[in-house]
């Protein structure tokens, strides 16, 4: 059993970054899949990003490619959004979940653990 902790959410301008942190319980850590997800009010969950377990590649949704970074820290059990250029459709909860093994998956049910979420804010 995982447990998978979010940390880094606020209220922030738009044009601002914010990066999200997510620290993981498990010591097999570096050998999962992290995905990042969000759900704004009233709206689906929708994938972020991944990093992969093993070769740490990464895969973004179209919406962030080149605002959104993802990396992580097998050392600290831990890995990262680095959001840039944020913009108010942007604002959503932010979750991290962990799937066993080196492929992503874009949708939520593929992923075995998630974390509880944290509040991101875009104001205009």
């Known amino acids: 059993q995982a447990q998978l902790v979010e940390s880094g959410g606020g209220l922030v301008q738009a044009g601002g970054s914010l990066r999200l942190s997510c620290a993981a319980s498990?010591?097999?850590?570096?050998?999962?899949?992290m995905g990042w997800f969000r759900q704004a009010s009233g709206k689906e969950r929708d994938f972020v990003g991944a990093i992969s377990g093993g070769t740490a590649g990464t895969y973004y949704a179209d919406s962030v490619k080149g605002r959104f970074t993802i990396s992580r820290d097998n050392a600290k059990n831990t890995v990262y959004l680095q959001m840039n250029s944020l913009k108010p459709e942007d604002t959503a909860v932010y979750y991290c979940a962990a799937r066993a093994g080196t492929y992503y998956h874009t949708t939520p049910n593929k992923y075995d653990y998630w974390g509880q979420g944290t509040q991101v804010t875009v104001s205009s």
């Open positions: 498990r010591r097999t850590f570096s050998s999962y899949t």
